[in-house]
């Protein structure tokens, strides 16, 4: 059974400063996806990483993906308070064409001033 | 939003009676979708589907039925409602392009059952 974790569940971030947050699953996957969900809201994608080594960046937030550690990373840089809200990585196990996604707890993450 | 709508987006029924929640797409997606979100369990699978009248189970399944008689509408049943199955539910859709499976999110229906 695969299991996503991230870590923290929560973190304060002081703005401007520079955080990284993590996701790890436990079965070989090279497909993983991150989204943002603001409080009361829907989830918003941010990123597709489909290979070993991808990274993709937008704005302040760049996500990158280690298949061999079974490890994603969430960097942020200089945190502003519109960051706040919580983010889920999402796994798929790609165990052929009928593939799902598989979702971490989330991280909820506060930027204060 | 992908051209996804829940309805109802909010619901209080009584123990015991059931409920269906209806997702509707227009972007023609072959796969389908439902999440239940509970605080401290994140979004949890309950059903999905990846064609017309062909779904399977997810991890919370019981307690669940679903059916897709339209590429366009997912439908969740909750047979006989129970407290524990108060929650937030969304429908999520994707085309599984490329071997991607990224999906995109209805904005959910909240269901308290009392």
């Known amino acids: 059974e695969l299991k996503v974790e991230q870590n923290p569940l929560f973190l304060s971030m002081q703005e401007g400063k520079n955080y990284t947050i993590y996701c790890n699953y436990s079965?070989?996957?090279?497909?993983l996806y991150w989204y943002r969900q603001d409080p009361g809201k829907s989830l918003e994608s941010l990123f597709v990483?489909?290979?070993?080594?991808a990274v993709k960046q937008e704005g302040r937030l760049m996500a990158s993906l280690d298949t061999k550690a079974r490890l994603s990373t969430l960097h942020i840089t200089a945190a502003v308070h519109d960051l706040s809200a919580t983010y889920f990585c999402?796994?798929?196990?790609?165990?052929?064409?009928?593939?799902?996604?598989?979702f971490g707890k989330g991280i909820t993450l506060s930027v204060r001033p | 939003d992908a051209g996804i709508t829940q309805s109802p987006r909010h619901k209080v029924t009584e123990t015991g009676t059931p409920v269906t929640l209806r997702c509707h797409q227009t972007?023609?997606?072959?796969?389908m979708y439902w999440y239940r979100q509970d605080p401290g369990h994140g979004l949890r699978l309950i059903h999905y589907?990846?064609?017309?009248?062909?779904?399977d189970k997810g991890e919370v399944s019981d307690g669940y039925s679903v059916s897709r008689s339209k590429t366009e509408d997912f439908l969740l049943t909750l047979e006989s409602a129970t407290s524990s199955q108060t929650s937030v539910y969304f429908c999520?859709?994707?085309?599984?392009?490329?071997?991607?499976?990224?999906?995109?999110f209805g904005q959910g229906t909240r269901l308290t059952v009392v």
């Open positions: 999520a859709i994707s085309e599984g392009t490329g071997g991607a499976f990224e999906a995109f």
């Open positions: 079965t070989t996957s090279d497909r």
């Open positions: 990483l489909l290979s070993n080594g």
């Open positions: 999402a796994v798929d196990p790609h165990t052929g064409a009928n593939s799902k996604l598989t």
């Open positions: 972007e023609n997606h072959r796969y």
């Open positions: 589907s990846y064609g017309v009248k062909d779904t």
